[in-house]
T-cell receptor, first 111, second 114 residues
Framework: TQLLEQSPQFLSIQEGENLTVYCNSS?????LQWYRQEPGEGPVLLVT?????EVKKLKRLTFQFGDARKDSSLHITAAQPGDTGLYLC???????????FGRGTSLIVHP | GAGVSQSPSNKVTEKGKDVELRCDPI?????LYWYRQRLGQGLEFLIY????????KSGLPSDRFSAERTGESVSTLTIQRTQQEDSAVYLC????????????FGQGTRLTVV
């Protein structure tokens, strides 16, 4: 059983479409991170959400942390081919400071 | 350096041979992590170093895997008697002080065991 469940697993869309991906858990997190990983590269940190209900925006990307701090979502507006990649959420529910990762959502944006 | 550096980028080895993978973390980062990523899978935690504390080895899959870190700098991950199931990308990450889970990753070492 995955500590962090991400959905959907795969997403293939056209340029200009909007999309939302989800990261869910039954555990409470003090913070959650979102990363993007491109082929042949390591994950790159996008954002950290800390407060329940928090919304953070990074250009066309909007991140939300659930009120109970058990889930998070990433919404992309007007997706572009450069958004293509594997989106990973990560957190540490047990205070060990070791990031546990979900399996990710693989996004392909077609021109 | 400016980021986490891993070497080699790619390694092909014969089954049964030993391999050493190297990680240079961001200068000043006290926490260092190793992860394994199999094709199409998420990141599997292997080992965690924080300062001078004893490493957390709870993710190492077998006693063929070991890792060392010199002070708060370079780390090496060693896999002895490699097996085909060890084929994966091995990712190293470092963090400022290990007090949160914001990690900065290297580009990974792609290991292929033939």
């Amino acid at each position: 059983t995955q500590l962090l469940e991400q959905s959907p697993q795969f997403l293939s869309i056209q340029e200009g479409e909007n999309l939302t991906v989800y990261c869910n858990s039954s555990s409470v997190f003090s913070s959650l991170q979102w990363y993007r990983q491109e082929p042949g590269e390591g994950p790159v940190l996008l954002v950290t959400v800390v407060t329940g209900g928090e919304v953070k925006k990074l250009k066309r990307l909007t991140f939300q942390f659930g009120d109970a701090r058990k889930d998070s979502s990433l919404h992309i507006t007007a997706a572009q081919p450069g958004d293509t990649g594997l989106y990973l959420c990560a957190g540490d529910p047990g205070g060990s400071y070791i990031p546990t990762f979900g399996r990710g959502t693989s996004l392909i944006v077609h021109p | 350096g400016a980021g986490v550096s891993q070497s080699p980028s790619n390694k092909v080895t014969e089954k049964g041979k030993d391999v050493e993978l190297r990680c240079d973390p961001i200068s000043g980062h006290t926490a260092l992590y190793w992860y394994r990523q199999r094709l199409g899978q998420g990141l599997e935690f292997l080992i965690y170093f924080q300062g001078n504390s004893a490493p957390d080895k709870s993710g190492l899959p077998s006693d063929r895997f070991s890792a060392e870190r010199t002070g708060e700098s370079v780390s090496t991950l060693t896999i002895q008697r490699t097996q085909q199931e060890d084929s994966a990308v091995y990712l190293c990450a470092s963090s400022w002080n290990g007090m949160n889970t914001e990690a900065f990753f290297g580009q990974g070492t792609r290991l292929t065991v033939v």
